[in-house]
């Protein structure tokens, strides 16, 4: 599976974490989190994209990636070099962006900090943290596996689309590396899914959505458990990010 394949290289250069030694490595205690973001403002900025396409929304997030991304890791005390992003297809709500998919080892707690720079300096409603390794998740996951050099932002979407048709509740969100397509039952803060599948109804759903898909050959690659949350602000209730500088809890940074 080749996102797991990607993350545990990652996690390899971490230092093993796999909750013992890999490849001879010793276990270490940094975890490797991924954050998943938009760098195009969901709030307060107004910005005309209705009609812009997918090309012209990633020309301007890579450009976001390109000089900002990379200040506000710094400023939220991750250095650059240490954390690897990828300009992906991202699906939310049933529609697919372009998106940031950033990696590296870090501690939840700074995992957290930085998904709230990154969400406020970007005037995003939230951003994802999660870990797939992560033994005690409670989180169902599930990656779904294209063929070689086959997912496109076009493709994703059509597979949303036909997922959210099984079930309304997978229209809720996706992300994406390489050709795998990672849907993760997220839960809200009294821990029941968005979603409004159990973890087993959920993932059995998705390989129902994979067998019935007729545009691209489509597998089920791997189900599991993950940790994964949303830092978020309110912008209605929290106009100047009052929700994301509290989790900062720095003044000197908003």
Sequence with gaps: MRVMRRLAAALLAA???FGGAVGGVAAQETPVHLLSYEAIPSAQVALDLEGATYAQRAALTQAALDDLAPRVLAAAGL????VQTDLTPGGYLLKTN???QARGAMSEDQAVRAA?????????WSVLVSRLDDAEGDTG????????????????QAFFEAAAAVDEGLGGG???FDDDMIFLNVRDGDHQPYSGLDDMAFAA????AAGRFGAAPVRVASAGYARALFVGND????????????????????
Aim: hydrophobic fraction near 50%; charge should be negative; aromatic fraction near 12%.
């Design 15 to 17: 230092g093993g974490i």
């Design 79 to 82: 250095a650059a070099a240490a």
């Design 98 to 100: 372009a998106s940031l």
């Design 116 to 124: 709230a720079a990154l969400g406020y300096v970007f005037r995003q």
């Design 141 to 156: 996951y599930v990656v779904l596996a294209f063929d070689d050099g086959a997912l496109t932002p076009d493709l994703a």
């Design 174 to 176: 996706y992300t994406a």
């Design 205 to 208: 759903k998705l390989g129902q």
């Design 235 to 254: 912008w209605e209730a929290a106009p100047n990010g009052e929700d994301y500088a509290a989790t900062l809890d720095d003044a000197g940074l908003v």
